[in-house]
């Protein structure tokens, strides 16, 4: 049995400045952009925790509300929040910074599953992850039904199967 490690174990923070080959002709960061970077912000923490390969698996729904200007500093924070057998969700902050006007953002939250793979691309089972802090445990709780929406919209999961989503619907 893989052992059990803190949640805090895989917090990674990444920092990029948003130069000019990475902006639409608005001079706003390109979403393709940022994919890419919470993309491996969140690669980085799943291995810190599985200290193995990981391969992204699926990106919850992220929506581009906030544009990110030419020229600011974004921060991606990753954390896993739980892990399951050879799967584990991460969830990643991005803020963004105009330091010279010393304003800063949080402009998306988004959820990535990572699965720790062997050499062959086989599934290999991690650790648990042990939260600790309020909003870790907040995290590691919703991340069943989460979990469950996701299989269950990827048609890998029946709906009826998904109990935890269910119990939020008050559905039998
Ligand atoms: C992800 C991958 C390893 C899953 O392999 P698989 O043969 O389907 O394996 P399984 O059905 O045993 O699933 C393994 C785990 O992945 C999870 N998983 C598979 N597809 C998933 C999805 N779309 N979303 C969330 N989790 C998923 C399963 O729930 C399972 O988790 P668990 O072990 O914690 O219960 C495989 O589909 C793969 O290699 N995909 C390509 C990954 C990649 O190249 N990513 C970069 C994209 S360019």
Known sequence: ????????????IMTEMVLPNDTNTLNNLMGGK???WMDVVAAIAAQ????????TASADNISFKQPIALGNV???KAQVTRSFTSSME????????????NKSIVTHRA?????AV??????????????????????FDGALRRRQL???????????????????????
């Open 74 to 76: 974004v921060t991606l």
């Open 111 to 115: 959820f990535f599953t990572f699965v």
């Open 34 to 36: 940022l994919m890419h």
């Open 48 to 55: 810190k925790h599985s200290n193995r390969i990981v391969v």
């Open 118 to 139: 062997d050499q062959n691309g086989k599934p290999i089972e991690i650790p648990e992850v042990i939260p600790e802090t309020e909003e870790e445990k907040e995290l």
């Open 90 to 101: 991460v969830h990643i902050e991005v803020s963004a910074e105009d330091i010279p006007a």
């Open 1 to 12: 049995m893989a052992k059990k490690k803190f949640a805090k174990e895989s917090a990674t």
């Open 150 to 172: 996701r299989l269950v919209l990827g048609k890998r999961m029946k709906a009826e199967d998904a109990h935890e989503l269910k119990s939020i619907f008050n559905m039998k």
